[in-house]
């Protein structure tokens, strides 16, 4: 026999031992495995099954907290969790799982616990944050026990051994059994990387990667402790976007999740990780600073602005983003995270309403002024319905002859129970609390019909300014709204002129390009609010289907007193009719003001020294006098 042959002989011998051993050794590791595999599958089961209605509890409470989800849905999640408990301790299917060192205990402790919880979470509404919180607390152990006991179910020693029982076994049939231990290595490595992803996900925002609230709570948490410990300051700074309902509305949300995305990140890189960053929902951020210098953290707010208002492009056009920020300080405006949270959002809610000012800081009196706010949104949902609210008209002039051109309608609201309420007042309560849709409506509805009862007197040429609301223009649903109030009326398009703000236009040029061309086509003329207050660009002026441009009384006042004022005036006039435009100046108040509005070449005017406001009846009586020659009101 050749040595070739020799070889040949014993590989066909070693293959044939190794196959009878690998048959032997597999049908020994089919009786093993079949019964190891049971007992895994039924313990990291109900294992997994437990922590995850642990945590849905507490996401429950969670969403609760925030607004949310109601307590239906926490009661829900609450029995669910005690029907698992209950399964768990009697049901024959998971009797391997009580069979593992101290989880029966555990899980007649949790139940005990449950019976102990039932009376408060029965009560629990979304006001009750402190009783949430201190039930999320309570229940932060039994959390943190379960996810240990689900870690254990896939990773713990009774399991390695078992293992490891396996692995001697399949040694004698090493390809089989080889193969069989990297397969249950890989899938143990994905289980536990999901496990490890499920709780990145979380504690995380899956748009933007930041904290979600959650995660938020735990790190304001150990920032307070922190400064407690350390005797330093905390600044919490809520950022909110301005209009951003809008954007999701009228160009679709996958822009809005880019701008939310684009925000996180300039959030992230203007705080250069002095403190946290941390998405609540929806457009709301959280900024955590650590602070020694009271103008440092003030600085901040600036600082984020500045960082926010840069624009994104995007592939139809540009978006400037425009936030509000609140701020409150630990120790001074509280020393718990309720406290801190609250002043903090009460700050916002006034540098959201504040024409001046994109950043407050939390002052004592404004917790007064919020709860008139919230006063003031009911009782103006109930003004609106009952058409309680009025509108007085103030005439706009042709400065060359006196005729009027045209009313400007101005809302007014009389309260029984706060008196008079300013329209600055009235217009930012319904822009915070959702009603300035609804109001928009009622005043377009208002001002329309009461020009189609002058039309009808026989006053056709007469038109009416009404003044729009950003949320409504923002919206998209403005075109709708206007071409619906005109059919019920029975105006003719051409008697109506819609004033916007030059800041409404600038969120979104395309946009508003859109929106103001639907109107143009409806035969509405378009006026430009309180011109040269904001930053319109000439290239924005010029792409925009605008009538008329109304100069902001600011620039009128100082007309004949700064001659940088009326060269600015008459630098507007010009751009103006260029662009085939009207110019109508505000606020003139004194007869050189309108002397010099006339040399300047201005053509409409308003203000008290032509005429105040006035009482619809009143309007009629000014209709039927000669207005060929104009003479100033009174």
């Given amino acids: 026999m050749t040595i070739k042959s020799a070889k040949l002989a014993l590989l066909t011998i070693a293959a044939l031992l190794f196959s009878a051993s690998s048959l032997y050794s597999y049908n020994r590791d089919l009786d093993v495995v079949r019964y190891v595999s049971a007992t895994i599958k039924a313990v990291g089961w109900a294992s997994s099954e437990l922590e995850m209605e642990v945590l849905k509890f507490d996401h429950a409470l969670t969403a609760l907290a925030a607004g949310t989800r109601d307590e239906d849905h926490v009661q829900l999640r609450f029995e669910l969790l005690w029907s698992r408990i209950d399964t768990l301790l009697e049901g024959e299917e998971n009797r391997p799982m009580r069979e593992q060192p101290g989880v029966k205990s555990l899980l007649l402790e949790f139940r005990q616990q449950l019976q102990q919880w039932e009376s408060d979470v029965y009560q629990l509404s979304a006001g009750d944050r402190a009783a949430i ?74 748009l933007t990667g930041l904290p979600n609230r959650m995660n938020f709570y735990q790190l304001m948490e150990q920032s307070l402790n922190r400064a407690q410990r350390d005797q330093r300051n905390l600044a919490v700074h809520m950022v909110d976007l ?57 600085g901040l707010s600036e600082i984020l602005l500045k960082t926010l208002a840069a624009e994104i492009r995007l592939p139809d056009g540009c978006l400037s983003p425009q936030a509000s920020i609140g701020t409150s300080f630990y120790p001074e405006h509280g020393v718990t995270m309720a406290e801190l949270l609250s002043h903090a959002d009460t700050a916002m809610y006034y540098a959201k309403h504040d024409p001046k000012f994109s950043a407050r800081v939390f002052e004592p009196g404004m917790d007064e002024r919020r709860l008139r706010s919230q006063k003031l949104a009911v009782a103006l949902q109930l ?56 109001l928009n409506q009622w005043v377009l509805f208002t001002a329309c019909r009461q020009l189609k009862n002058w039309h009808q007197q026989g006053h056709g040429w007469l038109k009416v300014n009404v003044n729009i609301s950003p949320e409504i223009f923002m919206s998209g649903e403005l075109g709708s709204t206007v071409k619906a109030v005109l059919q019920r009326t029975g105006l003719p398009a051409s008697g109506l002129v819609l004033e916007i703000t030059e800041d409404t236009s600038l969120w979104d040029t395309a946009g508003s390009l859109e929106n103001l061309t639907r109107l143009r086509q409806l035969g509405v003329e378009i006026a430009l609010d309180d011109f040269g207050t904001g930053y319109s660009s000439f290239s924005h002026l010029r792409q925009l289907p605008v009538n008329k441009l109304k100069i902001d009384k600011s620039f009128v006042s100082d007309l004949t007193t700064d001659q940088r004022a009326a060269d600015l005036v008459h630098t507007i006039i010009k751009l103006a009719e260029s662009l085939d435009m009207e110019v109508t100046a505000e606020g003139i108040e004194l007869p050189e003001q309108q002397q010099r509005l006339l040399e300047l070449g201005c053509q409409l005017g308003q203000g008290y020294l032509l005429a105040r406001p006035l009482l619809a009846d009143q309007v009629a009586d000014w209709l039927q006098q000669d207005l060929q020659h104009f003479t100033p009101a009174g």
């Fill in 242 to 298: 301005n209009g951003f309902k809008s954007i999701n509305d009228s160009l679709g949300h996958d822009v809005g999740d880019r701008v939310l995305k684009v925000v996180a990140s300039r959030l992230g890189v203007a705080l250069q990780g002095q403190g946290h960053v941390a998405r609540l929902g929806g457009d709301e951020f959280v900024v955590i600073q650590p602070f020694d210098q009271r103008d440092k953290a003030e």
């Fill in 383 to 438: 003004a609106i319905e009952n058409d309680e609210l009025s509108l007085v008209y103030q005439p706009i002039f042709r400065l060359d002859g006196g005729n009027i051109e045209s009313l400007e309608a101005l809302l007014r609201w009389h309260s029984v129970e706060h008196g008079h309420i300013s329209p600055l007042e009235i217009i930012a309560v319904a822009e915070h609390h959702g009603l300035a849709h609804q």
């Fill in 133 to 206: 919180v201190a039930l999320k607390k309570t229940l932060a152990p039994y959390r943190q026990q379960a996810r240990e006991l689900n870690v254990d179910s896939f990773s713990g020693g009774s399991v390695w051994q078992q293992l490891d029982i396996i692995g001697d076994i399949r040694l004698r049939s090493t390809i089989y059994l080889g193969g069989l231990l990297i397969s249950g290595g890989l899938m143990l490595w994905l289980l536990l990387r999901e496990n490890r992803r499920n709780r990145y996900l979380a504690y995380h925002d899956m």
